[in-house]
T-cell receptor
Framework: DAKTTQPPSMDCAEGRAANLPCNHSTISGNEYVYWYRQIHSQGPQYIIHGLKNNETNEMASLIITEDRKSSTLILPHATLRDTAVYYCIVPDTGRRALTFGSGTRLQVQP | GAVVSQHPSRVICKSGTSVKIECRSLDFQATTMFWYRQFPKQSLMLMATSNEGSKATYEQGVEKDKFLINHASLTLSTLTVTSAHPEDSSFYIC????????????FGPGTRLLVL
């Protein structure tokens, strides 16, 4: 079972920031948080990952709370192409495979 | 990011035939590759983990004799669906990683299999 919980769906206006929350209250100290997204009929696309510190790359920012029990993925200026299912994943300790939950279906509205 | 390819992108076959799907890491060496499948409106489900040069580890409920996995090199893993049946119709996706701690996995574009 996935170790994370995410809202099933969210809407966002084009050009606005999309903030996608994720709860991972059972995360242990050395487990990373990964974010992927899946656009319809494609393989998942890596977005970003982090351990303790906030992270930023050309796609998104990842904000991890100090207690590491939750995180937020931020797409600073959402476009229609960002419409996808977003998965927040914390792999089980000692297990390299990723367990995909239901994710959040983000719909960017024009 | 790193690139993982899959071939073919889609395949239609008759029931009872076998289908081979290739997964390649194009610009890095993958010590471990993973095979997932995804049924319509569902999330990805892990089928097996394969390490280069050793036997694959299958998830509970996945028949190893039906889904043959070969990881003969650090850049290629193959999944063969033997004696395919209509219920095997699905979206098959591979991923690959270098094996370094904290390193991410990169996914292929997927292969859509339709068994008639």
């Amino acid at each position: 079972d996935a170790k994370t919980t995410q809202p099933p769906s969210m809407d966002c206006a084009e050009g606005r920031a999309a903030n996608l929350p994720c709860n991972h209250s059972t995360i242990s100290g050395n487990e990373y948080v990964y974010w992927y997204r899946q656009i319809h009929s494609q393989g998942p696309q890596y977005i970003i990952h982090g351990l303790k510190n906030n992270e930023t790359n050309e796609m998104a920012s990842l904000i991890i709370t100090e207690d590491r029990k939750s995180s937020t993925l931020i797409l600073p200026h959402a476009t229609l192409r960002d419409t996808a299912v977003y998965y927040c994943i914390v792999p089980d300790t000692g297990r390299r495979a990723l367990t995909f939950g239901s994710g959040t279906r983000l719909q960017v509205q024009p | 990011g790193a690139v993982v390819s899959q071939h073919p992108s889609r395949v239609i076959c008759k029931s009872g035939t076998s289908v081979k799907i290739e997964c390649r890491s194009l610009d890095f060496q993958a010590t471990t590759m993973f095979w997932y499948r995804q049924f319509p409106k569902q999330s990805l489900m892990l089928m097996a983990t394969s390490n280069e040069g050793s036997k694959a580890t299958y998830e509970q409920g996945v028949e190893k004799d039906k889904f043959l996995i070969n990881h003969a090199s650090l850049t290629l893993s193959t999944l063969t669906v033997t004696s395919a049946h209509p219920e095997d119709s699905s979206f098959y996706i591979c991923s690959a990683e270098t094996g370094a701690r904290g390193e991410t996995q990169y996914f292929g574009p997927g292969t859509r299999l339709l068994v008639l």
